[in-house]
Every structure is written in structure tokens, then in C-alpha cells.
């Protein structure tokens, strides 16, 4: 489905994003080696990014957003980072993409593009990376129809803005993070592919395919919690793949 289809999200911009991949090259504070890969080759490391790369970055609040097939290798290069600045007071958050891309299911090959990767378009045009992930064709759907799944699912998002705001487990982190109206969307947005993703028949219970996030969010709004499953289920319903999730 293109981006000028009716399975857009309002207000959201259709620039590409950075392409990267993985690449093995000797680095020091890393023992796998492996870097997220930016350049055109011919360069060496001096293309790659590695986790330490990003630590002076991390003295100011920081949000970042890794999609990349080594996004386990960030994960392990940041945490004790994240834990040590968070208790420093400073502001660390990270969204991980899943590890390998999502399988090909309904003819739709979700491997990484320069256009970013079935994460990415889930941040970025919510509504259009559900449907796409479903096989739901948008010469199915008209704007009407469009428009009213899109009220769908700001009411779910919105039913987690609020859960969010009254639990007290959120933490500093996540509390600065939520207090930019930008930021609070994206975050939001996260929350909706993780549950769709975790809650999908043939991705369910596969931990490499679930996106991750550091520092944790509450367990009121993991994918299993009925807040999650409603959200889910509102727009299976909408569309009737009900059939195609795993819901308790």
C-alpha cells in the first residue's frame, strides 16, 4: 500500500528513514563485533555507529529509536548505561525494534527497506502498518471506513495516555518522556504494535519478534493486559480478522 493511500495517519510525514543494516567489524567494547552499519562500504568502522558511539549524546535527555537487525546488541551495549544515567537523573529511553524482521505472511515481505521496516511504519502510519500486516488491501477500504477506524484507535491509544498518567509505577523516565506531546505519540504508538504483534497468531509468543523498550513500561499496558487486548481487538473487530490473534 503506498504512502498516498487512505491507510495513512494523519499528520504524519512520509520522509524515509536512514537505511541501516549490520556489519562485523572489530570494536573493543563490544565483544560481538558488530556495529549498526550506515555508510556505503569502503569506509571500515568509521560507517558504523556502536553503542559507546552514543554515550556522550546520553548527558542531555535522550529518546532513541533503534530499528535494526542488531537491535539485541544495543540493548545489551545500553542498559547498564540507561540504569546508571536514570540514577544520575538523567533522561534515557530506547524503543527497540524486533531482532529479525516479521515473517512473510499474506504475500507481504516485511524485510528492512530504505523506507524503514515494519517498526517503523507502525511509529510512523500506525493504522496502514496494521492493515498491511493483515493483508487488508486499501482498495478495500474507503475513507469513511478509514476514518473511522483511525477514531478506533485513538481511542485506544488515548485509553493508554490515561492509564499511564494514573499509575504510579511510571517513573521519571517515562514521565519526562510522556510530558512531550511528540514524543507521548510515538510512545503510544509503540505500545500499539507491541500488542499487536505479541498478540498476532504467528508471531504470539516468540520473544525475538516482540519490540522492546528501556527502561520497562508498567505491566498495566504489556500486550496481555486487557487494556492492550481491547485496543487489539477494536479494530480485529472493525475489520473482522478477529480470527487471525490470540486473545485471553
Same mark, same amino acid.
Given at each position: ?23 562485523? %567489524? ?5 565483544g560481538n563485533g558488530r556495529g549498526l552499519w550506515l555508510g556505503a562500504g569502503g569506509n571500515g568502522d568509521r560507517d558504523c555507529i556502536y553503542p559507546s ?27 547498564? #548505561? ?11 529511553? &530506547? +524503543? ?8 512473510s505472511v499474506h504475500g507481504v515481505d516485511f524485510a528492512r527497506t530504505r523506507s524503514g521496516s515494519q517498526f517503523t511504519m507502525f511509529l510512523t502510519a500506525? =493504522? ?11 482498495? $478495500? ?13 485513538? #481511542?485506544?491509544? $488515548?485509553?493508554?495516555?490515561? $492509564? ?5 509505577? #511510571? ?14 505519540? &510515538? ?17 504470539? $509468543? ?7 523498550? +528501556?527502561?520497562? +513500561?508498567?505491566?498495566? %499496558? =504489556? ?6 487486548? =481491547? ?9 473482522? %480478522? ?7
Amino acid at each position: 500500500m503506498s504512502l498516498d493511500s487512505p491507510m495513512r495517519s494523519r499528520n504524519d510525514s512520509d520522509a524515509p528513514v536512514p537505511h541501516s543494516s549490520s556489519r562485523n %567489524v572489530d570494536d573493543q567494547n563490544f565483544g560481538n563485533g558488530r556495529g549498526l552499519w550506515l555508510g556505503a562500504g569502503g569506509n571500515g568502522d568509521r560507517d558504523c555507529i556502536y553503542p559507546s558511539d552514543l554515550i556522550p549524546f546520553t548527558r542531555w535527555p535522550f529518546f532513541l529509536i533503534v530499528d535494526s537487525d542488531v537491535s539485541d546488541m544495543f540493548k545489551a551495549g545500553l542498559l547498564t #548505561l540507561a540504569v546508571q544515567r536514570t540514577e544520575n537523573g538523567k533522561i534515557t529511553a &530506547i +524503543l527497540l525494534s524486533p531482532r529479525p524482521p516479521l515473517p512473510s505472511v499474506h504475500g507481504v515481505d516485511f524485510a528492512r527497506t530504505r523506507s524503514g521496516s515494519q517498526f517503523t511504519m507502525f511509529l510512523t502510519a500506525p =493504522l496502514q502498518a496494521f492493515c498491511s500486516l493483515l493483508g487488508i488491501s486499501s482498495q $478495500n477500504i474507503d475513507r469513511d471506513m478509514y476514518n473511522e477506524a483511525e477514531d478506533r484507535l485513538s #481511542l485506544s491509544m $488515548n485509553e493508554w495516555g490515561r $492509564n499511564l498518567a494514573v499509575r504510579g509505577s #511510571l517513573g521519571p523516565v517515562w514521565t519526562e518522556v510522556l510530558g512531550d506531546p511528540f514524543l507521548r505519540r &510515538i510512545v503510544l504508538r509503540f505500545l500499539f504494535c507491541r500488542a499487536v504483534i505479541a498478540l498476532y497468531t504467528p508471531t504470539s $509468543n516468540t520473544e525475538e519478534y516482540i519490540p522492546q523498550c +528501556l527502561p520497562p +513500561l508498567p505491566d498495566s %499496558v =504489556l500486550p496481555h493486559s486487557p487494556t492492550s487486548q =481491547l485496543a487489539v481487538r477494536r479494530l480485529a473487530d472493525f475489520f473482522g %480478522v478477529v480470527n487471525s490473534f490470540s486473545f485471553s
